[in-house]
């Protein structure tokens, strides 16, 4: 199956961990989003209940005479005592500069603090693409969500390493396109078969 994962726009807060911290979409936004959905369908489309991502997929559903599901296990990651912070300030004290460092090397046994953790993090994202696979009406799905969903489930579906995940940009308004199964074993696999940057 085919399913396209969309980063939200950008809210201008670029540069800021706002993992439940939510703002909406700037006119900037708006533009990514709408470069990135126009010419193309959709019979199903998922979105994270944050406003940034759920407020452009109810008004694309809207304007195609479809609905829109909310799926919260598409919510960005809870970046919890980072959340709502310029990341490069974080930087400049010494003991979050380490904690982030210790972070990007290894998420899973270093969360953020107050944070989510990587294992639970994990297991959600796994459970919207098994959801996916497994649901009723054929045809592309579209999932509007954030940066740390879609790595995610590049990791889980594509077998990408966790700590090579960065490397790959996904600004706002990135589109990757998957096209995944879910094996007998209960495992999702698969292959990107496109990436769009705005």
């Not at 959905?37 to 019979?43: K, L």
């Not at 919260?72 to 990651?77: A, K, N, R, V, Y």
């Not at 696999?189 to 990436?195: F, L, Q």
Request: charged share 25%; aromatic share 8%.
């Amino acid at each position: 199956m085919l399913i396209d994962l969309l980063r939200h726009g950008t809210t201008g807060r670029d540069g800021y961990l706002d993992g439940r911290t939510d703002y909406t979409l700037s006119a900037e936004g708006w533009a990514q989003f709408e470069l990135q959905t126009a010419h193309r369908n959709w019979p199903t489309i998922v979105t994270s209940p944050l406003r940034r991502a759920r407020e452009a997929a109810q008004r694309l559903a809207e304007a195609r005479n479809l609905t829109s599901r909310i799926d919260e296990d598409w919510t960005e990651l809870d970046f919890g005592l980072w959340d709502g912070r310029r990341k490069s300030e974080l930087e400049e004290e010494p003991v979050n500069r380490a904690a982030l460092a210790a972070f990007y090397r290894d998420p899973s046994t270093n969360p953020p603090p107050g944070g989510e953790s990587w294992a639970s993090f994990e297991m959600r994202i796994g459970r919207a693409l098994t959801r996916l696979a497994h649901r009723a009406r054929p045809g592309p799905v579209l999932v509007v969500t954030h940066a740390g969903p879609m790595r995610m489930a590049l990791h889980q579906v594509c077998g990408l390493p966790l700590d090579r995940l960065w490397a790959l940009r996904i600004g706002c308004g990135t589109r990757v396109c998957l096209n995944f199964e879910v094996a007998a074993d209960a495992r999702v696999w698969g292959e990107i078969v496109e990436i769009s940057q705005p």
